[in-house]
């Protein structure tokens, strides 16, 4: 537990400072708060975290509502999120926050475009739903490489690949949770979560396969930007 210091980009006051200025050193996140986990999604324009006692505060653009304070105005320190729900758990996706409160029922705000839902479903704008998961729920989400469709991981263990009109497994892994996943652009890579392991494929090349072993379960998985 601790202070929290950002640096880096800071068009949406991403940095939590109280200012919009970009910094190229370490600056405290404002409001004095002793944070016990923070979380912010690949993009990096809002940032959150989980402060002492459980409360979740966010900060930085919030066109979506990702900051979950009830508005669409971005800030530059800490807000609290609304309802006043204590948390144990937080996790970022691209413009949409969910969150684990100690009553262990999840929560989440932002941008709902996909319609990543826990029913296994996923919907998209023209209304179009796609049963993703038929045996179980959604419970990651992220852009599919070439930018069309979604990939999502379930609880089914399957990683998939949903757009208009159908859905195809990517990958799978028996008797795991998806519990986090990400892709890059430039690359073509996706990487995912299962417990311990960290499961790498290449939508260009269907025999690419890596894994990663840690210590620990994997929270959450980004690609490096550059």
């Known amino acids: 537990f601790g202070v929290a210091y950002c640096w880096g980009l800071n068009a949406s006051g991403q940095l939590g400072n109280g200012s919009t200025a970009a910094a190229n050193t370490p ?28 409360a979740a505060y966010c900060w930085g653009s919030n066109g979506t509502g990702e900051l979950g304070d009830g508005t669409t105005t971005s800030r530059s320190v800490p807000g609290p999120v609304a309802r006043g ?13 969910c969150g684990l409160t100690r009553e262990l029922a999840a929560y989440c705000w932002g941008l709902n475009t996909y319609g990543a839902l826990g029913d296994g479903t996923v919907r998209f704008e023209g209304g179009e739903a796609v ?20 990939l999502t991981g379930g609880d089914d263990g399957r990683v998939v690949w949903s757009r208009p009109g159908g859905a195809e497994t990517l990958a799978e892994v028996k008797g795991r949770w998806i519990d986090a996943i990400a892709a890059s652009p430039e690359s073509g890579l996706v990487a995912f979560a299962a417990g ?25 998985v980004a690609f490096d930007p550059k």
């Open 85 to 97: 729900l204590k948390f144990i758990s937080l996790s970022a996706g691209y413009d949409h926050v």
């Open 27 to 54: 600056v405290a996140v404002a409001g004095g708060f002793t944070f016990e986990s923070l979380t912010l999604p690949q993009l990096g324009h809002f940032a959150g975290g989980i402060v002492s006692g459980g």
């Open 131 to 150: 049963e993703a998961h038929a045996d179980g729920a959604v419970l990651c989400a992220c852009l599919h490489p070439s930018g069309e469709g979604v």
């Open 196 to 220: 311990r392991d960290v499961h790498v494929r290449d939508v260009k090349d269907a025999a690419f396969s890596r894994t990663f072993a840690h210590e620990r379960s994997v929270a959450d």
